[in-house]
């Protein structure tokens, strides 16, 4: 249908997608996080591991992966209760290369050397179903009585409290979500990639993901998958022209002035 | 003993110290079902830091809380908003990018069920049982304080007085059985303050007791059942309205050594 480069942009775009909104939904709830890379690599080194060594099927070692990452992200997510905005960020930035140092250190995974032979299941259809899937959570979640509480959360914490939300509940139940969310956009990438190492895990990766939601605009999950559409198409887009070896500070630029013209976001709400 | 005898808030030897200053020491307070009651003192006296005592923001150094008897020193706010305990805020503290009908309704979170499984398997786009009576539920309370045409603005573009009713509107939202009002007629002008006193009395009458701090002696004087007087953390006096205007220690404190004399 596609030839194989327009296929791989659209299967990366899909991939991103997911990403930016499994860190969207820890966002909407104010916690921002530069660990999500970490995430990624549990889901993506999980169902790499269970299709290649155990023979699993794709789809029950891609939510396994996903399940993984939730667990951890669930543990990740309690010291938020306690710590707030920048430092939260650092925490999860130091979270990020924990994964990362772990899974270049961990033999049974390939180590350093990385985890090869992945079959590719991750197709089209099977990445824009994941997409559908995704968006239709946060869809489903937004304006419901738990979304209400989240976004109540993200506004006021202490009025929110009294006013009888578990904070605790809100929290570690959003980061962990949007951990699973991301484990399984790993999982996507591993079966895509056909072969994963620690590096392409790490901070660079995380702050990509940051990035999409931060430029699609932080409050609403439209915004955040317009915002991987954009920073996955559009470096590809720069291709075309003649500048190749300045594409990416020209990318780099484009930012710039996006942020600049427009500091809540793509699609995010002036306040 | 009548229902309206019976105790529903009691505070014991209740201190907060913040490093060597105590802001609270040693206050006893009981708040007996169905009335209003006031805490009143000058600024600094310590009112503020017993809301934030008595919903659990703050834990106390020492002392207990006690709500229907059943001891809740030391609980989260969630637990005891969750026990019927809700309060606004001196400086009003609403979700401000949230129009007013969705402030009242997270009010109802507490009152309601259904987390993420809920959600997810609700019909897309339509309302979900609980969430359509959260909704019958909210607009009535927006009605019941004077905002039934304001439902869609932002917290945010409300006037400050419109402000106060609304954060009103959301604690009532989590059916409080105590409603704690921290300077709630702050910024509002006469008219204003008259029509909330009389929402104040309406909502005692069905059923719902309050305790009030204000600055504001003619409303006070006018709608409280029983005043409790602090200064300098201490409670210096408690009585009716008319026993409390009367107090020299009273006057002392408000007034200053002289004009008491």
């Not at chain 1, 999980?46 to 996903?66: D, H, K, N, R, S």
């Not at chain 1, 006021?156 to 699973?180: H, Q, R, S, W």
């Amino acid at each position: 249908m596609f030839d194989p480069y327009t296929e791989s942009v659209l299967i990366f775009t899909g991939i991103n997608i997911v990403l930016a909104l499994g860190l969207y939904l820890p966002v909407s709830a104010g916690l921002l996080s530069l660990g999500q890379g970490g995430f990624m690599a549990i889901g993506a080194y999980t169902a790499a591991y269970l299709t290649t060594e155990m023979q699993w099927p794709f789809i029950v070692a891609l939510l396994c992966g996903g399940a993984m990452a939730g667990l951890v992200g669930f543990v990740v997510g309690l010291p938020s209760l306690r710590i707030k905005g920048v430092y939260l960020v650092i925490m999860t930035m130091g979270f990020g290369e924990i994964v990362r140092v772990f899974f270049l250190n961990f033999e049974p995974t390939g180590a350093a050397s990385g985890l090869g032979g992945i079959a590719t299941h991750t197709t089209l259809p099977v990445v824009a179903m994941a997409v559908a899937l995704t968006l239709l959570l946060c869809f489903q979640i937004r304006g419901s009585r738990i979304g209400r509480a989240i976004e109540a959360v993200r506004e006021d914490e202490l009025a929110a409290e009294v006013i009888g939300i578990n904070l605790t509940y809100v929290k570690v139940a959003v980061f962990g979500l949007g951990a699973a969310i991301a484990g399984i956009g790993g999982g996507l990438y591993a079966h895509y990639a056909t072969f994963i190492d620690p590096a392409q895990f790490g901070f660079q990766r995380s702050a990509e993901i940051f990035i999409m939601v931060v430029l699609g605009g932080m409050g609403n999950f439209v915004g955040a998958a317009i915002g991987a559409v954009v920073v996955t198409v559009l470096p590809e887009l720069l291709r075309l022209g003649h500048a190749q070896e300045w594409r990416m500070t020209v990318f780099g630029a484009l930012l710039v002035a996006i942020m600049i013209v427009r500091p809540w976001g793509l699609l995010g709400v002036r306040r | 003993m009548s229902a309206s005898e019976t105790t529903l808030l009691e505070a014991r030897n209740l201190t907060r110290r913040f490093g060597g200053y105590a802001a609270v020491s040693d206050m006893n307070l009981t708040v007996r079902r169905g009335t209003i009651h006031a805490l009143i003192g000058p600024n600094g006296a310590g009112k503020t830091t017993m809301f934030n005592l008595i919903t659990g923001v703050l834990p106390p150094t020492e002392g207990q809380i006690l709500i229907d008897g059943a001891d809740i020193t030391g609980s989260r706010p969630d637990r005891i908003a969750r026990l019927g305990v809700v309060r606004t805020f001196q400086g009003v503290r609403l979700f401000p990018t949230m129009t007013a009908l969705e402030n009242v309704e997270v009010g109802r979170f507490c009152r309601t069920r259904g987390g993420f499984l809920a959600a997810l398997a609700r019909i897309p786009g339509r309302a979900t049982g609980t969430e359509a009576a959260t909704r019958r539920r909210a607009k009535e309370l927006l009605e019941r304080v004077g905002l039934k045409d304001r439902g869609q603005m932002l917290a945010s573009e409300l006037a400050l007085a419109d402000q106060r009713r609304l954060e009103i509107a959301r604690a009532l939202a989590a059916d409080p059985k105590l409603l704690l009002l921290d300077e709630p007629v702050a910024g509002m002008n006469p008219v204003e303050v008259h029509e909330a006193g009389e929402l104040f009395g309406s909502l005692c009458r069905e059923g719902t007791t309050i305790l009030i701090t204000e600055h504001h002696m003619s409303l006070v004087m006018a709608i409280s059942d029983l005043i409790t007087v602090m200064n300098y953390g201490r409670k210096i006096a408690e009585g009716t309205p008319d026993q409390v205007r009367r107090d020299p220690e009273v006057l002392t404190a408000y007034l200053g050594a002289e004009a008491a004399a």
